[in-house]
């Protein structure tokens, strides 16, 4: 069984920063898409980067601002996110993915930016 576990998120003042991390109970990072999603109160839970290890795409709405990493000899994903606006509020979670059949989600961090 595979658990992810989020932390890193908090309080923060638009045009701040903040980095977010996830890891993973064994070594999976490497030989998976890995993926951060939000989900803004009241709101569907939207794709904010996903990796496949190769290369990573972002959605339009944080290209620039949040850089996805990931070390795997510590089997820890990272998103650093800067230039936080407060449309940025949302419980972020961290989700591992091979197949329909395995995929995992961490339990999410609350960010929360205030104007």
């Known amino acids: 069984q595979v658990q992810l576990v989020e932390s890193g998120g908090g309080l923060v003042q638009a045009g701040g920063s903040l980095r977010l991390s996830c890891a993973a109970s064994?070594?999976?990072?490497?030989?998976?898409?890995v993926a951060w999603y939000r989900q803004p109160p009241g709101k569907q839970r939207d794709l904010v980067a996903m990796?496949?290890?190769?290369?990573?795409n972002y959605a339009d709405s944080v290209k620039g601002r949040f850089t996805f990493t990931r070390d795997n000899s510590k089997n820890t994903v990272y998103l650093q996110m800067n230039s936080l606006k407060p449309e940025d509020t949302a419980v972020y979670y961290c989700?591992?993915?091979?197949?329909?059949?395995?995929?995992?989600w961490g339990q999410g961090t609350q960010v929360t930016v205030s104007s």
């Open positions: 989700n591992a993915k091979r197949n329909l059949y395995w995929d995992y």
């Open positions: 064994k070594g999976i990072f490497s030989s998976s898409a």
């Open positions: 990796s496949n290890g190769r290369s990573t």
